[in-house]
Every structure is written in C-alpha cells, then in structure tokens.
C-alpha cells in the first residue's frame, strides 16, 4: 500500500557525515561514514597521516543481525492512507544517521570513528 507522508512541523539543527533525513517512502538507504580524528596537544601534522588500513576498526567484518528464518511478530494496521506527524524536533543527525517518516525497503548504515588524543610526553 502506497502512502503519503505528512509531517506538520519539522525544525532539524544539524544533518551531517553521511547521515539522511527523508520524508516520504524510499527502497533502499545506504549511508556509510568513516572518521579518523586526531587531537594534539601541540598541532604537528605531516599530511601522510589518516590512512584508514593503517587502523583494524576500518577493515574488520562488520558484525551483522541474522535474518535468515527469522520469526517477527507484528501487527500493521494501515487503516489510513497517511502517515501523519504532529511535530518534529531533532539537535543533530549525523554519522550515517538515517531519519525518515515513510516505508523503507532496506537501511544499511555503518559508521566507524577512530579518536586519537596525543598529549606531551609526561602528562
């Protein structure tokens, strides 16, 4: 069943690094986001740095739910041809984020972040 989406009020601060705001139906969402941040206490940088091989948390598997004979229990009452919002409010949607109001086939996101924090020797 095809339906139409209504939202009546949406105020959004801040979509960002691959992340997805969609209002209406969609098949298929696929964002994906990689960040290599890097914090020095003094900013010494070589430009040769951030190479994502150089990090095991950018090529591992990604560890995915099973799917497969599955049982889901649901019950879907489309009585109407509307989905329909009263209001919205959302601070930030980021890092392959996906906020939607409709059907949706399939979402695949993935978002790795490494953080590094170098400080002076001692401290």
């Known amino acids: 069943m095809n339906r139409v989406s209504v939202v009546k009020d949406m105020k959004v601060n801040s ?3 691959a992340s997805i705001l969609q209002v ?3 098949e298929l969402i696929k964002p994906v986001s990689k960040a290599l ?3 020095r206490k003094v900013p010494d940088f070589k430009g040769d740095e951030g190479n994502f091989d150089d990090f095991g948390i950018f090529s591992r598997e990604l560890p995915l739910p099973p799917t497969e004979n599955e049982a889901v229990k649901m019950l ?3 009585g109407s041809s509307r989905i329909q919002v009263g209001g919205i409010f959302i601070y930030g949607i980021a890092a392959a984020s996906v906020f939607q109001v409709g ?3 399939k979402i695949q996101a993935e ?3 490494k953080q590094i924090r170098q400080n002076i ?3």
């Open 15 to 17: 979509v960002s690094q």
């Open 24 to 26: 209406g139906d969609n």
């Open 37 to 39: 941040a890097v914090q």
């Open 76 to 78: 879907i009452d489309n």
């Open 103 to 105: 059907n949706n086939k």
């Open 111 to 113: 978002s790795r972040i």
């Open 121 to 123: 020797n001692g401290e």
